[in-house]
């Protein structure tokens, strides 16, 4: 086994009287990608709350390459290397493509506050280049000054994974990342996130989409009720009676 | 497309702000504004203006207390020339500190809220400024009678090169006095100045990181900005400035009173600003400009000045229309402001300046069709 970035140990969460989370035990490891499944309700949002610290768990410790996560601020999580793209595409509407890329890269370069009034921006040149170099890639080299708030919702999504990496996280948790996308976007998607893949990153995914999480994942894991009932490799998972059970009510995957 | 990038040199901006500003007392003449007391004014509210744009406009947060910073470094510029000397200097320098002080306390506290909370805070801060300088603090501001010169006070620098002479003593600039246009110039210098940094803000890493605050502060947490820190160096900018301006007021007419920290004070700037158009760079001053015009040429129309106006209708009509417009000029011509106010929020939400940009936008596509003809015509030989 390879080296474990993200380790959740013992982790429950109770949102009243619902037990969102209950005793999970997830390790994933460099350079993998490991999608989480599961119907909804199951808790993968939840999960993914508690390790980008938006969510605090009752119990259990949340470890990023031996630090500990639980109470950090979001911008703190963030320079440590995790970063998270939303469900609902987060981005600055009032700001055009390249500026939106431009800030995380900029968040990159000078930690959570710097005070550089007097400096000017068209002279950052390295920031720029570094934005439009990861926007080519997505496809979006073509729209660089375009109002981001006026694009369509699956440019919107591809502009926020342009955000997501250009800080070259040591993690990166996709939250859907094809919800909402038409089957050509979906194909699109599936194809950046591979060859992301090729360059050894580390990656979390939590997807509806079956077809997505195995063309993509390593390792998956099926939650439901707030429980991880089973992990493995895709092949282990699509075999896997208790799974179909959960997940299709017996059908056949 | 070479005008547009030659307005984004920065160097270019400031020539032609530089001198569109020092030739104010010119071209400002034709239309009866072009006296010392109100060109002064305009510097002033102007440099007033531009540093709460920093914070509104870039920002978003919508602060309503920003006259305890003019109130603040008028009260300090003036104990300033009573305890130090009359030379202005010192006097600027001590009311922007101050004044950034007071920004750094107030905003602390009131950024620990958003929104209409923020506001409702900074104006709770406000108000309670404005009636602790009525009541307790009678010892530092003289209550409502205002900070005032008076022949007994110390003036400690000055005492040590020359004796004082009889009767008060004026503001000078190393000995040039702050009245008149010699005044004007001292503010237009500052608001030039005020102009150029505040330009360079908001063509720096920093101010598109707060303009990105106001588009998403979420986002930006989860980008790896801390925002709070970011806020509070815009509201204390901008508290400088607001110093600055206070100081000026000062400097120009040395006295300070309370009222000048009242709400009021504080919705007028952002009524400037709004009218203008937030968040543009010129916009805050062409809001200056209006209100402080109306202010003062509206204000100072009477019956008698519309009657000669009126002069060529018939005598019948001639009365009808005096007796309706006298109803916006003198004491009442914050009817005319609100009037053009409500029209210009109504039709224009970006003020003033999103109507020139309307115009331009329009002129370009009544030129483009003719230079598209142009390009094909070419092309097809």
């Known amino acids: ?253 | 497309m070479s005008k547009r990038s030659l307005l984004k040199n920065d160097w270019v901006v400031m020539a032609l702000f530089t001198v569109a500003v020092l030739s104010m007392p010119i071209w400002l003449a034709p239309i009866g504004a072009a006296y010392p007391d109100l060109l002064q004014k305009f510097a002033i509210f102007g440099i007033f203006a531009i540093g709460y744009n920093i914070l509104f406009g870039l920002t978003g947060y919508l602060s309503f207390g920003h006259a305890v910073f003019l109130g603040v470094g008028s009260y300090t510029a003036v104990w300033s020339f009573k305890l130090l000397t009359m030379n202005v200097l010192p006097a600027v320098l001590f009311a922007m500190v101050v004044g950034g002080l007071f920004a750094v306390v107030i905003g602390y506290l009131s950024l620990r809220r958003s929104g209409i909370y923020f506001s409702i805070l900074t104006l709770a801060f406000a108000q309670m400024s404005y009636n602790m300088a009525y009541s307790v603090l009678t010892p530092i501001t003289n209550g409502e009678t205002g900070l005032q010169l008076t022949k007994t006070d110390p003036r400690m620098i000055d005492a040590m090169f020359v004796a004082p002479g009889e009767g008060l003593p004026s503001t000078n600039l190393f000995g040039m006095s702050m009245s008149g246009y010699s005044g004007f110039y001292f503010c237009a210098v500052l608001l030039i100045i005020g102009f150029f940094i505040s330009l360079r803000i908001f063509r720096s890493p920093f101010g598109l990181k707060l303009l990105a605050i106001k588009s998403n502060q979420n986002r930006m947490l989860y980008t790896g900005f801390n925002t709070k820190p970011y806020l509070l160096t815009a509201f204390v900018i901008s508290g400088v400035y607001a110093g600055l301006a206070g100081a000026l007021m000062a400097v120009t007419d040395p006295l300070a009173g309370a009222e000048r920290m009242q709400w009021t004070a504080s919705g007028e700037v952002v009524l400037m600003t709004i009218l203008g158009g937030v968040g543009t760079l010129i916009g805050p001053l062409l809001g200056v400009g209006i209100i402080k015009y109306f202010e003062n040429i509206f204000s100072a129309l009477n019956t008698n000045t519309l009657h000669q106006t009126f002069s060529f209708l018939p005598d019948w009509l001639e009365d009808i229309v005096v007796a309706i417009s006298s109803h916006f000029v003198g004491d009442g011509w914050h009817l005319t402001l609100g009037v053009l106010f409500m029209v210009i929020v109504i039709f224009l939400p970006g003020g003033v300046m999103e109507g020139f940009q309307r115009i331009a936008a329009l002129a370009r596509r009544l030129s483009r069709p003719q230079q598209e003809k142009a390009i094909q015509t070419s092309e097809q030989e």
Not at chain 1, 24 to 51: F, Q, R, Y
Not at chain 1, 97 to 103: F, G, K, Q, S
Not at chain 1, 196 to 215: A, C, Y
Request: proline share 4%.
């Open chain 1, 1 to 253: 086994m390879g080296n474990i970035v993200l380790s959740i140990k013992d982790v429950n969460k109770t949102f009243g009287g619902l037990h969102a989370l209950g005793d999970i035990n997830l390790d994933i490891e460099e350079g993998k990608t490991h999608a989480i499944i599961g119907p909804n309700g199951a808790g993968k949002s939840t999960l993914l709350n508690v390790c980008i610290g938006r969510l605090e768990p009752d119990s259990g410790t949340v470890e990023f390459e031996g630090k500990n996560m639980i109470g950090l601020k979001p911008y703190e999580i963030n320079h440590a290397g995790m970063v998270r793209v939303f469900q609902t595409p987060e981005i600055f509407p009032d700001l055009n493509v390249l500026e939106n890329v431009m800030i995380p890269a900029l968040a990159k370069q000078e930690g959570v506050f710097r005070f550089n009034a007097f400096t000017s921006l068209a002279g950052r040149r390295d920031i720029e280049e570094q934005a439009r170099h990861v926007l080519e890639d997505l496809g979006l080299g073509g729209q660089i000054h375009d109002h981001a708030g006026s694009m369509s919702r699956g440019d919107k999504r591809r502009l926020e994974l342009a955000m997501g990496l250009v800080q070259h996280p040591r993690l990166l948790l996709l939250d859907e990342p094809t919800a909402g996308m038409s089957r050509h976007d979906t194909n699109r998607t599936i194809d950046l996130l591979k060859k992301i893949k090729e360059r050894g990153m580390t990656k979390i995914i939590i997807e509806h989409d079956m077809h997505v999480v195995f063309s993509l994942a390593d390792r998956i894991s099926v939650l439901a009720q707030g429980r991880i009932i089973a992990q493995g490799t895709p092949d282990e998972i699509r075999g896997n009676p208790k799974v179909q059970e959960a997940y299709l009510g017996g059908a056949e995957l």
